[in-house]
């Protein structure tokens, strides 16, 4: 069903202080600190670069409290500019004086990056629109601003502040990313058809179980092919690997694991060998020759074969997380077979997340592929059917502002 939603061409935004909600919510490399790559920031500069004469607050958040990508946004900031090939001022501040100062003293055409908006308490909460009205932190911007753009497709599922918040305090609109996502997806679910198989790898264990759950009630994932950390978490589950994993709840993860194999064993389908770093880089074991604590890096080449096999004949085929350690050339393989039988397919397909996406880019064949999302966690939500908090604001924001303003 058309959502119901303003896009820029509805608002008169020329020389308006504009807060754009983006989610530039980057991979951090563990021990550089620097961010692993720019495709959340290459999308965000297509809504700026069509902004030109307004004064711009570019505001996302980055990483989550306690974890080692929770950092400020200043290298975001210097990547962005690099990207605009214009000037990006940043300000260590969220909604204090200091963030206030810069966004008031704005000219037209220049663009400002406030910092992570998670190091601020409210935006880590999730309220209804109401609640969200009345944090400080909407409190204190909305006065400072005259429009909201809500660009942040990948956060469309977290009801935070500045999601939900703004909408029917001032004139509210989509972003390009907004736009683009949800006509390709429009298309997408139009399209459609079983047998779905959704493969899924990466290191977020916890979201990949949401999304298997949130696939399962959905009736899309007649196979879940696994691999990467969660892939090791099933394997545990199943006695295949021993020894601790070094995942957050690992064993609440495990449980879990094991409870929907027996509920469907054969949905799942777990890797039957692996790669793992040596000195001399890359070597494949079976799963069952598979020492304890050993770097598993990548899925093995009889396990590509095989995973292969399933994508060739899906109907739709869904991707999260990658196989494999792909930025080190010698973990790429099961990573690039895997995208690349998926761009051969006959089948809808559809990947999810940045690093597949600049996966897809280094491999050539993102335009092989049906629908390339920068989103993760709200793509899952939006492919199994649920209400998305950011989108519920949109049209709350077209019955409030509809006529032009
Ligand atoms: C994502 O990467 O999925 C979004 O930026 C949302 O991040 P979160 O899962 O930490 O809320």
Known sequence: MPIRMLTLEDLELEGKRVFL?????????????????????????????????????????????????????????????????????????????????????????????????????????????????????????????????????????????????????????????????????????????????????????????????????????DKVLLSGLVGLVFLKALGKVRGDLGVDGEQKLVLKARQLIDEDPERFAVPIDVAIKVDSGRREVSVSDLPPNAAVLDIGSKTVERYERFIKGAGTVFMSGPPGAFEWEEFSYGTERLLKAMGSSLGTTIVSGGHLSSALKKYGIHDQIDHMSTAGGALVQYLAGKRLPLIEALERAADRWGAKR
């Open 21 to 221: 909600r983006v989610d530039i919510n980057t991979p951090v490399h563990p021990e550089t600190g620097k961010l692993i790559e720019h495709a959340r920031l290459e999308e965000a500069a297509l809504t700026i670069r069509d902004l030109t004469d307004s004064k711009v607050i570019v505001a996302s958040h980055q990483g989550r409290v306690g974890r080692p990508d929770y950092i400020g946004l200043a290298p975001h900031a210097a990547a962005l500019q690099q990207i605009l090939g214009k000037p990006v001022k940043f300000v260590e501040d969220v909604f204090g004086p200091a963030a206030l100062e810069a966004a008031d003293s704005l000219g037209e055409g220049e663009v400002l990056m406030i910092d992570n908006l998670r190091f601020t308490a409210e935006e880590n909460q999730e309220y209804k629109p109401a609640a969200a009205q009345s944090t400080h932190l909407i409190r204190k911007l909305s006065k400072h601003v005259d429009a909201c753009v809500l660009d942040a497709f990948s956060t469309a599922h977290r009801s935070s502040p500045t999601i939900v918040g703004f909408a029917e305090l001032v004139p509210t609109c989509a972003g390009r990313t907004v736009g683009r996502e949800l006509r390709m997806l429009d298309r997408i679910v139009s399209v459609e058809k079983g047998p779905y198989v959704t493969v899924l790898g990466g290191a977020k264990v916890n979201d990949r179980m949401e999304a298997i759950d949130a696939l399962i009630a959905n009736n899309r994932a």
